[in-house]
């Protein structure tokens, strides 16, 4: 049986938390991918299980505010932009989210 874990946070029914949460998941799940890292490697290094990671990415949960520093820093990109901002660190103003 799955416990619920101690580092997120079900997205709930509600419209806009569901907006936020697939936001969320569709940045982090990009960000991961671009950065070459596993799913793994991420859980690893924030002391989560990869079933958290795994969880976030489908926007099933979000993580705690802690974790999600983490995961900017880990990322290299702006915590807000990663919970629904403008642009990530790094990105030029050529890029592409102008």
């Known amino acids: 049986m799955n416990t619920a874990s101690l580092s997120d946070h079900h997205v709930s029914d509600a419209p806009d938390s569901q907006r936020v949460g697939r ?6 799940d990009m960000t991961i991918k671009r950065s070459g890292l596993s799913s793994g490697r991420v859980a ?8 958290d990671v795994t969880l976030w990415r489908a926007g099933i949960t979000l993580p705690r ?34």
Request: proline content about 4%; hydrophobic content about 35%.
């Open 44 to 51: 690893k290094s924030l002391g989560v299980t990869e079933g």
């Open 65 to 98: 505010t802690a974790d999600c520093r983490r995961l900017s820093e880990l990322l290299h990109v702006e915590m807000t932009w990663l919970n629904g901002g403008s642009k990530p660190v790094g990105e030029t103003s050529a890029g592409p989210t102008e």
């Open 23 to 28: 936001a969320f998941a569709a940045r982090l």
